[in-house]
């Protein structure tokens, strides 16, 4: 059974950093995509960034302020945010995802982890 787990959210004044973590039980994340997604309220869920064993990719509005890396050894995600604004505010989830001859074979999402903002 795969279980992604995320921690690490909480209130933050702008400006202000935090560190999510994703840790994975069932999967190998050096096997797969993983990236961090957010849903704001009312708003669609969108990606914020991924890493491969191709390298990373970030959302341009996170780009410069947001930093994903993994730790095999301990099989875990991180996203380091820092220059937090009002608008990161959302649910920040972690997904897994294996791809295949451009198609996608399976993945798995964590419960969410919130991340609120404050000006």
């Known amino acids: 059974q795969v279980q992604l787990v995320e921690s690490g959210g909480g209130l933050v004044q702008a400006g202000g950093s935090l560190r999510l973590s994703c840790a994975a039980s069932?999967?190998?994340?050096?096997?797969?995509?993983v990236g961090w997604y957010r849903q704001a309220p009312g708003k669609q869920r969108e990606l914020v960034a991924t890493?491969?064993?191709?390298?990373?990719k970030y959302a341009d509005s996170v780009k410069g302020r947001f930093t994903i890396s993994r730790e095999n050894a301990e099989n875990t995600v991180y996203l380091q945010m820092n220059s937090l604004q009002p608008e990161d505010t959302a649910v920040y989830y972690c997904?897994?995802?294996?791809?295949?001859?451009?198609?996608?074979?399976?993945?798995?999402w964590g419960q969410g982890t919130q991340v609120t903002v404050s000006s």
């Open positions: 997904n897994a995802r294996r791809l295949y001859r451009g198609g996608l074979m399976y993945e798995y």
């Open positions: 069932g999967i190998i994340f050096s096997n797969n995509d």
């Open positions: 890493i491969a064993n191709g390298g990373t």
